[in-house]
């Protein structure tokens, strides 16, 4: 990280995130049980879910920061991933029982790149069953631990690119390295799911480890090790610049912002949620553009 705040675990820090380099076996919820003993505060959530078998990053935010989480969940998502076809599996990844197996030697290299480039773009992705996804106030994972029959209905994603890295072949069975940026929601399990269903061979995904979430990446990760040691928390400034295009507020407007007031004629410059910074750099909120004013979505000043 070129900027932020250290501090000694357990000493309290200053609002803002922390970018951790998630170890395969913690789950997300584990790695915030761990952050609040090293932040001194229960205020800790995280943005964007990664499995247990799932390593790399994950943001965790830290008091007043964790309500930007749900933003910052929002923006686009980087992979790496090995995807193996010839076997499938009940959670569509290696945690799950095989559920079947098919011979997938003959495959071409050429049937493969074709099948990985009729994956990008926007898709309507039925998610895992396995997932997270509530039915009926239910997670669908629980039900389907529960041996009930679960099919959830699809949903719009976009994989902005899927590419194809490596063709290994190992017996019956193919592995395929690829690389990912998809957008948030996009479950990289059923991507290889569907990459099997569509060369007729089942596929399931072996290993992923995630490399950016919107404007952090593998550069800016700690593992859990050393955050022990210091814990480096990026500013809500920094996080804000990093996250969304920004507006620079005159000293009266940036006095309205701080109320949550409507800032009439402001031209944002950019859909969606704008960082509006203070005179002196500080992030005050984030407003969006309706019409021909700005309006506030969240105040942090």
Known sequence: MTAGRTRSPAAGVAAGVVVVDKPAGWTSHDVVARMRRLAGTRKVGHAGTLDPMATGVLVV???????????????????DATVRLGESTLTDDAEGEVTAR??????TEEAVAAAVQALTGDLDQVPSAVSAVKVDGRRSYARVRRGESVELPARRVRVSSLDLRAVRRHGSVVDLDV???????????????????????????????????????????????????????VPLSEVARRSFPTYSATPQQAQHVRHGRVLPGADLGAPGPVAVMAPDGDFLALYEQRGADARAVAVFA
């Open 61 to 79: 935010g830290v008091d007043r920061a964790t309500r930007l989480l749900g933003h910052l969940a929002g923006t686009d998502k980087a992979y």
């Open 102 to 107: 098919a011979d997938a030697s003959a495959l």
């Open 179 to 233: 690389g990912v940026v998809c957008s948030s929601g996009t479950y990289v399990r059923a991507l290889a799911r569907d990459l099997g269903e569509a060369l007729r061979v089942g596929g399931h995904l072996t290993a992923l480890r995630r490399t950016r979430v919107g404007g952090f990446d593998l550069a800016q990760a700690r593992t859990l090790e050393a955050l022990e040691r210091d814990l480096l928390v």
